[in-house]
């Protein structure tokens, strides 16, 4: 059985898009989109040097173009000051008294909880917004 060019490009991008579910790099499907740009061309009737042209410049070229996408957009925040990882995020809290060392406990959500300050300047009592969480300990700034 004699396997033409184009099947063996189409083999190669069925192969990338395998390991890219394997694998979760979603850049391994650019490359198979470089591999079924490089059967096309094949099955336009151009060399191995033609296809292999196609190939790399629409697969290099896709990405290339995924990855500068991806950083030209910013980076979500931490997961433990990200609002949408953590839903204590953004909430208040009243902090009656501080300790010296800048740490409290407070009721919030039907248990005690330990906070620190993570605001400017020296502790006050009063209400307080959670900024993050550091293990089980709500860091918090003086609400605005």
């Known amino acids: 059985m004699d396997l033409s060019a184009p099947t063996l490009w189409w083999l190669a991008a069925g192969a990338l898009v395998i390991a890219e579910l394997t694998s979760g790099t979603f850049y391994l499907l ?13 099955h336009m ?6 296809q292999i042209m ?6 290099g070229g896709a990405t290339a173009g995924w990855h500068f996408r991806r950083a030209s957009r ?5 997961a433990r000051s990200n609002a949408d990882a953590n839903i204590d995020i953004g909430q208040t809290l009243q ?4 300790n010296d060392d800048g ?12 906070v620190q300050y993570a605001g400017s300047g ?14 089980s300990q709500l860091q918090v700034a003086p609400a605005p």
């Open 74 to 78: 910013p980076r979500s925040a931490p």
């Open 54 to 59: 196609f190939s790399a410049l629409v697969g």
């Open 103 to 114: 740490t409290a406990r407070v009721p919030y959500r039907g248990a005690a909880w330990a």
């Open 95 to 98: 902090v009656l008294a501080w």
């Open 45 to 50: 009737g151009l060399g191995l040097s033609g």
């Open 122 to 135: 020296t502790p006050q009592p009063g209400l307080h917004v959670i900024v993050g969480m550091q293990g």
């Open 30 to 42: 650019m490359l198979a989109l470089g591999c079924a740009a490089g059967a096309i061309a094949g």
